[in-house]
């Protein structure tokens, strides 16, 4: 199964094909990247493009198309889900939806992790993997709380993540352990959408639904 894997839970876009042979090709952003201003309806096909042409496919080729749900940026998400869901309508192609924090986790490397995307508010979403497994369902919290959650697990992961990079000094100060500032595991990888999604169920266009966690910033007046 050739899978296209699209995520937009960050500011920076990511893409990536995912071979039937196992092969994969990104177009990550890099760790410099994840902090940028979101420019997700300019580069995410592009991308998505650049991505088909380096493994060698087309968009005829693709059997799959699998999106980050989040939890995220509001306009992110909403970019990304409706760019899949017009990809595997107009394609014929089946949809994955994957968590985002789930993708993030599996660039991180340490036995438990704590992935850590930029909630805004002051806040971060959390969840926390051990071994690949969910063991902390995602969940927004402020960094002094998530911390204090930590602490009180007994638990000594690692985090990563936009969050973990804006909130360093508040993580650290409450005994987290952060990835060094350059450690290509704060930036997620859409490969890593990928893989999840070849054991994801593929999911009917109206359930694929972005994963907020919270309410928008701005509501409709």
Known sequence: MNILGLDTSTPASATAVLKSDGEGFARDPGVGEIGSRPAHARELMPAAAAALAGAGLG???????AVGVGPGAFTGLRIGLATAHGLAAARGL????????????????????LPLIDAGRGEVFAALYEDGEEVWAPFAAAPEVLAR???????????AGTGSLRFREALEAGGVR?????????????????RLAVDAPPSPLEA???HYLREPDVQPQ
């Not at 959650?149 to 985090?159: D, T």
């Not at 060094?180 to 859409?190: F, I, K, Q």
């Open 59 to 65: 968009w005829g080729d693709l059997d799959a198309v």
């Open 94 to 113: 089946e949809l994955r939806p994957v968590s985002s924090l789930a993708a993030l986790a599996a660039g991180i490397d340490a036995h438990r992790r």
């Open 149 to 159: 959650r930590v602490a009180e697990s007994g638990l000594s992961p690692v985090a």
């Open 178 to 194: 952060v990835a060094p500032p350059e450690d290509r595991g704060h930036a997620l990888s859409a490969l890593a959408i990928c």
């Open 208 to 210: 694929a639904l972005p």
